[in-house]
């Protein structure tokens, strides 16, 4: 399964928390640690198990099924949100058992963004829609 960041999604990370805007739908959204270096990792082009691996310490191998189960509802959430695209529908699990020493990745939260006019300043290189120049 191949997991991408959507066109219209620009993000920034500030002070340790990841912050998303889907500029069609115009909501922001608020993703916990773990959420954000899930997203970092897509923003490199990782596939998923590359990225559940970092979420997974070394001396932890055996979270890895429970990790990846907690990854692919989290990307399976993105999906249905419109924040990332893939090449097929990402299945949700119904109930993701915590394990231990590891907190899943989430949307903590996500408002609606009443008055809104589309900006850069989430610097280029960290979003799609602002690598172009701008059209005069």
């Not at 960041?5 to 928390?17: C, N």
Request: hydrophobic share 40%; net charge negative.
């Amino acid at each position: 399964m191949t997991v991408r960041l959507a066109e219209h999604v620009a993000w920034r990370e500030i002070e340790g928390e990841t912050f998303v805007i889907d500029l069609r739908g115009r909501k922001m959204y608020g993703l916990n640690a773990s959420g954000g270096q899930a997203w970092r990792g897509l923003e490199r082009g990782q596939a998923v198990p590359s990225i559940v691996a970092e979420l997974v310490p070394d001396d932890q191998s055996d979270l890895q099924p429970g990790v990846s189960r907690a990854v692919e509802r989290f990307f399976g959430e993105l999906q249905q949100l419109g924040l990332v695209t893939s090449d097929g529908a990402i299945e949700l699990h119904n109930e993701v058992a915590p394990e231990q020493h590891f907190v899943p990745p989430q949307v903590v939260w996500q408002e609606e963004l009443r008055s809104f006019g589309f900006s850069c300043a989430l610097q280029a290189g960290q979003s799609p829609a602002c690598t172009s120049a701008p059209t005069s």
